[in-house]
Every structure is written in structure tokens, then in C-alpha cells.
């Protein structure tokens, strides 16, 4: 069963020796106060490394373009948790069912721009081809759509900070401790306590290293080069 906000800040008591109880993640004071920012910064610094690779936060949706607009923002697709779009992963149909589906290809904002953003070339008028990302991390696609598209595509999210007792990581149930335990660390760190440091970090990077391997994409490599 997971452990919800409430739960890991108790675990963090436990593991950590600490006198008394903590009931409540709201309106604390002192040391409870102390391990409930110690916990929710924990979640956010594990779903933070290395630039949110983790499964869970990959979302693949199907969204509709509008014709004759390039430059779409997260909330104009109605994505409110998105931090950045998976340009490889892109494919256009006309048709609802996306049975005439093609791949949009991935050009990098430089090429995207010298190319697309060029001339005459801004104001073409056609299926979708290519698409990158801007400075300002908006979607470009070019041509401009000639209809109203269906893409289908890939996204990273950012999962909602802990704010309630009863909030839940986006992780799967069996590295909830992994929360807990770099959060121990913090608290080994505040209290200059070395043996706290030295297991928390300890049970850690053995909870991160299963992690790692179940939960961050698949890594590839190319042919040999000779």
C-alpha cells in the first residue's frame, strides 16, 4: 500500500529517532515543520533528476492542431502539467481515427528556424512536417496545419508538490522509501548527525539504483562505427 504524505513524514520520525509524533502536515511549526518541507523537497528533487526521465510522468495524448497556427503553448492544448514536449515521438492524421497517421520529424529550433522561420517559408500552408521547440519551450510545427490535425504525441508532466496529508507520490509503491530516506538525509545533515547521513545515503542509492532501472527509459546505442 502506498505511503501518502502524512505516512513518509511519520517514517522519517521513526528512521530518524525523533521524539514524538507528527499527525498533521498543516500549519506545523519547529521540527515537524522541518521534516514536512524536508519530505516534500525530497519528492520534487526524485522526480527532478536527470531532468525527469522517470516512466510515470510520460504521458502520451492525442490533441487537436488548429489550421493555420504553428506555435502552441502547453495550455493551448490543454496540457496544464506539461514541462516539455517529446519531439521524437510526434505523428499527424486528418482522420479522427489517425488511420492516415505520418510522422512529423524532428528538426533542431536553429535548423527549424533558419529553415521554417525564413522568408516566404513562414506562411506555407500545408501537412505538417517538421517540429521543434523555441527559447520559450512552445511547440513549432511548419508547414502551418492546412486543417485541423489530430497529433498524436508524447510529453513530460510535473506532478503536484506534497500538499495534502493523504497525497501520493507518482511512483510506484515500492520506491515510496526512497522519498523517505533522502529526506532522512536532510535531517542527518540539519542535526550534523554523520550516522544518519551515512545510511540514509546508504539505503538510498540502493532504492535509486532499482529505480533507475525499472523506471528510466530504455537507453540505446548506435552501431558500431566500425
Known sequence: MKQNFLQLCGAVYLEGGISGEITSTQNQ???AKRVVNWVRNAY????NDQGL??????????????????TYTFADLNLPQGVQWDTHN????????LSDET????????????????????????????????NDT??????????????????QTMPQTFQD???????????????MWRALRHYGLFEAAPEVVARA????KETMQQLWLDQAPEVLVGDPLC
Open 29 to 31: 511549526n519547529g521540527e
Open 44 to 47: 520534487l528533487e526524485i522526480l
Open 53 to 70: 526521465v522517470w516512466k510515470p510522468i510520460h504521458k502520451t495524448v492525442v490533441v487537436q492542431l488548429t489550421r493555420g497556427q504553428g
Open 90 to 97: 510526434m505523428r499527424v492524421a486528418i482522420n479522427a481515427d
Open 103 to 134: 510522422f512529423v520529424i524532428h528538426m533542431d529550433f536553429r535548423q527549424f528556424r533558419d529553415y521554417w522561420l525564413f522568408s516566404t517559408r513562414r506562411a506555407v500552408i500545408s501537412r505538417p512536417l517538421n517540429v521543434s521547440v523555441d
Open 138 to 155: 512552445n511547440l513549432r510545427i511548419a508547414p502551418l496545419p492546412d486543417g485541423d490535425y489530430w497529433l498524436n504525441m508524447q510529453y
Open 165 to 179: 496529508d493523504t497525497d501520493i507520490s507518482v511512483l510506484p509503491e515500492r520506491y515510496d522509501n526512497a522519498i
Open 201 to 204: 545515503d546508504m539505503a538510498y
